[in-house]
């Protein structure tokens, strides 16, 4: 019974991916493009900052607040 559920699941996600538009491709199903290798490291650099630093500068704000 765990066997054929097994090989099934193997089945349905192979036809899955043979059957989807997208793979093969690296970066093919990304919401922005890989062309400009310097807008990308710019846009990693802001969302780093910002994932960073935001906890931060609210918890400053927070302690500042009169």
């Known amino acids: 019974m765990l066997g054929r559920s097994s090989v099934f699941a ?3 996600s192979q036809s899955m991916v043979r059957y989807s538009g997208h793979g093969g491709v690296p ?12 807008r990308i490291t710019a846009l990693f650099t802001i969302g ?3 994932g960073f630093g935001a906890p931060f500068l609210i918890v400053r704000h927070q302690l500042l607040k009169k």
């Open 10 to 12: 193997r089945n349905f």
């Open 27 to 38: 970066g093919e199903n990304l919401p922005f493009s890989l062309q400009n290798k310097y």
């Open 48 to 50: 780093c900052v910002l």
